[in-house]
């Protein structure tokens, strides 16, 4: 048995020319497939482990607006499960409350890095929106910092806020720092131009860390603590304010580049870098919510709702206005300033109006509480605080309701140009003054001055001529009177022939004869 396997294993192998041919030949193509293969497998492997990663442009000031849009745009980013998102920061700054929530927003980000990268300059809050990144980006001349907060005081001097909103800017910022691994006494020096920040080294151990006054102040081992001189750039009177160079040395930065175009080596991304720029979206969004914009879109919507009370059924005018106040509040809306509330307050008010104008003779609670909310729930639609509570907070609301109520005087001069131009317009013709009757006893031409309103000089069973259509509410001749009316709910058209079936107070009941 053994001698037989021997010799079959030599005839296969040993002793056949064809079959070593064949051995050789699979052997090379093995060889040669292997070869092949090598470079894509590895090629393959780098690939697989580049990151993707999406960069999302901020080069304006924080505000409401610019912080919705960012908001947007980031949660967008992650939607995507990018790897890695990059905020390119070039802002001065803006508003303490927007920059929190931005703030929030990059810290409870999950399973994502976030990164800032700082090409010229991140001040203020823009500096605190780097902070609360994963790794913050910079090139060498950029700089990072002075976040101290401020407000415009009556005289229209800048000042620093009160003690008590200093301290939750304070330790905000510290625990941004505490949660990005960032020295905590250089982040508070940020926003506090007070206190002072050493280097200190503990005399037992050796270990080396920033503390400031207050640190030393607050601690039972400070005698413990050897300090050097202060960070030059974290002095008495000052705000710490970084270049990129400097800011590594002191931990604060992560790393120093020269340009955009080293992010995806330094990050190992895949290239080119998903970019989000700015959509014609945004830049609508932005055109829309911008002062004069506004003036124009609440006048011409006013102007053209006014046309549409004048006339029966949905015309040109309603459709203008439905367009005209629909754009207000959808740049609201992605602006993050207006909600449902403010819309649905707005169509109260309107169809208070609509009902003080077609239902209710003259002008009272309801024609003043539709106007109040109307014009309320567009001052609304602006702001994102429900009571001011600085200075600049209460210029914001004074630039506002500067901007609804020219709207609004706008639209009562253009009422006045219509009616002289474009004669009485019905159901509106109610909100201006008209001066009193000049009549005689037998019709003709008098000096006596009738006094008194006209509906109180119309009677049970007098007839008249409709002068606008009456849906149901309108106006009637009676002689030389023009008197509001309203009808049994029918619709009557212009220069109908009517008689007045009953009287209440100021309002007057016509039917059809």
């Known amino acids: 048995m053994t001698t037989t396997k021997s010799n079959a294993m030599l005839g296969a192998s040993g002793t056949d020319p064809i079959a ?119 090139r060498p001349d950029a700089r990072m910092g002075d976040a101290g907060e401020i407000v415009m005081g009556e005289d229209g001097a800048f000042r620093y806020t009160p003690a008590k909103s200093r301290s939750v800017l304070a330790q905000k910022v510290r625990d941004t720092a505490e949660a990005t691994g960032r020295p905590l ?111 124009l879109l609440l006048l011409i919507g006013l102007v053209a709702l006014a046309i549409e009370l004048s006339a029966p059924g949905i015309g040109i005018g309603g459709l203008t206005s439905v367009l005209c106040f629909g754009l207000f509040f959808w740049a609201r ?65 004074a630039t506002d309701m500067m901007t609804v109520m020219g709207a609004f005087l706008g639209f009562l001069v253009c009422l006045a140009v219509m009616a002289k131009y474009l004669g009485d317009i019905p159901g509106l013709s109610r909100l201006t003054l008209r001066p009193q009757v000049m009549v005689a006893a037998d019709g003709g031409a008098s000096a006596t001055l009738v006094s008194g309103p006209a509906w109180q000089r119309v009677e049970v069973g007098d007839t008249g001529s409709a002068m606008s259509p009456l849906r149901p509410s309108g106006k009637v001749q009676f002689g030389d009177d023009a008197v509001d009316v309203v009808t049994e709910g029918d619709y009557i058209d212009p220069g109908t022939e009517v008689r007045v079936v009953g009287k209440q107070g100021a309002r007057v009941t016509v039917r059809k004869v």
Not at 187 to 213: C, F, H, I, P, W
Not at 236 to 265: C, H, P, W, Y
Not at 374 to 388: E, H, T, Y
């Open 185 to 295: 006494a250089l982040a508070e020096k940020m926003t506090d131009k007070d206190m002072v920040v050493y280097q200190a080294t503990n005399k037992e151990s050796g270990e080396k860390r920033y503390l400031s006054d207050k640190d030393l102040a607050s601690r039972e081992d400070a005698d413990q603590w050897e300090l050097s001189p202060p960070i030059r750039e974290a002095g008495k009177e000052m705000f710490f304010t970084v270049n990129g160079r400097r800011g590594v040395e002191l931990g604060m930065v992560d790393q120093t580049i020269e340009s955009r175009d080293d992010l995806a080596k330094v990050l190992n991304l895949q290239e080119p870098i998903v970019e989000m720029e700015r959509s014609w979206t945004d830049t609508l969004v932005f055109l829309l919510n911008s002062q004069f914009v506004t003036f």
């Open 333 to 397: 809306f992605l602006g993050g300033t207006s909600g449902w509330l403010e819309v649905v307050l707005f169509l109260m008010g309107i169809l208070f109006i609509a009902a003080e104008v077609f239902v209710i003779p003259g002008f009272g609670v309801a024609g003043i509480s539709g106007l109040a909310l109307s014009l309320g729930a567009l001052v609304m639609a602006s702001r994102r605080f429900a009571l001011p509570e600085n200075e600049i907070q209460w210029t914001s609301l």
């Open 20 to 138: 070593m041919m064949r051995s050789v030949f699979a052997f090379v193509v093995v060889a040669v497939a292997f070869t092949q293969c090598v470079p894509a497998i590895a090629q393959s492997d780098v690939g697989s482990g580049k990151r993707r990663g999406v960069l999302i442009e901020f080069k304006e000031d924080i505000n409401p607006l610019s912080g919705a849009l960012l908001k947007r745009k980031f949660e967008a980013a992650v939607e995507s499960d990018a790897d890695v998102i990059i905020l390119d920061i070039q802002s001065p700054g803006g508003f303490t409350s927007v920059t929190f929530e931005l703030m929030d927003m990059v810290l409870e980000a999950k399973d994502v890095e976030t990164v800032a990268y700082i090409e010229k300059d991140a001040i203020s809050g823009a500096a605190l929106l780097a902070l609360s990144t994963d790794t913050i980006l910079m």
